[in-house]
């Protein structure tokens, strides 16, 4: 991954919240999973009605609506370029 690519998947982690997982969880890459799906398998609370859970560097973390699609349009732009 190139430094930018990085520095900007740091930025989104930073502007996360981390749900409280079991010690040592393993988690795996989630792209396929629905927001209920991914909620499900990591037994994570309840979302908000403008929050989002996502995994980003092997973490799940837990974003607002605005910061979730900036994540996505960092995943989007890493994947073209």
Same mark, same amino acid.
């Given at each position: 991954?190139?430094?930018? $690519?990085?520095?900007?998947?740091?930025? *989104?982690?930073?502007?996360?919240?981390?749900?409280?997982?079991?010690? $040592?969880?393993?988690?795996?890459?989630?792209?396929?999973?629905?927001?209920?799906?991914?909620?499900?398998?990591?037994?994570?609370?309840?979302?908000?009605?403008?929050?989002?859970?996502?995994?980003?560097?092997?973490? *799940?973390?837990?974003?607002?609506?605005?910061?979730?699609?900036?994540?996505?349009?960092?995943? *989007?732009?890493?994947?073209?370029?």
């Amino acid at each position: 991954m190139c430094r930018r $690519g990085h520095d900007a998947l740091l930025l *989104v982690n930073q502007m996360a919240q981390v749900p409280d997982l079991p010690a $040592g969880a393993p988690i795996a890459p989630t792209a396929a999973l629905t927001q209920d799906e991914l909620a499900s398998v990591y037994r994570l609370p309840q979302r908000g009605d403008d929050e989002n859970y996502a995994v980003v560097n092997g973490q *799940v973390v837990r974003l607002n609506d605005r910061n979730y699609e900036l994540l996505q349009m960092i995943r *989007v732009a890493r994947a073209i370029l």
